[in-house]
């Protein structure tokens, strides 16, 4: 997928970190919606000591993977794009770009 409609090289590694940005963005989500299922399922009082063991170890799972994420999703805004940002001379701070973009 392309963001920018014309081919510039200047611009490639930008919207390679803002392509990251967004597949981080996506897997917290994922993380989210399945964390949030888990804690569902755990909360269904007739459920087997089997199923409890399973919705407990893929919550610790997306909550490890989330936290990994996170990490990555503010390395890649604050640090990769922030730098991009000043290469480019783009003012503001990466947050607000990625709120307008």
């Not at 794009?81 to 307008?100: C, H, Y």
Request: proline letters at 1%; glycine letters at 0%; charged letters at 40%.
């Amino acid at each position: 997928m392309r963001i920018f409609k014309q081919e510039n090289k200047e611009l490639k590694d930008f919207e390679e970190i803002i392509l990251d940005i967004e597949k981080e963005r996506d897997t917290l989500d994922e993380c989210h919606a399945s964390i949030q299922s888990c804690l569902w399922n755990l909360e269904d009082s007739k459920i087997e000591q089997f199923d409890k063991e399973w919705f407990v170890k893929d919550l610790r799972e997306n909550l490890n993977k989330k936290e990994k994420t996170q990490t990555k999703l503010e390395y890649l805004k604050h640090s990769k794009l922030r730098s991009e940002m000043f290469r480019l001379n783009i003012i503001g701070s990466p947050d607000s770009f990625l709120k307008t973009a």
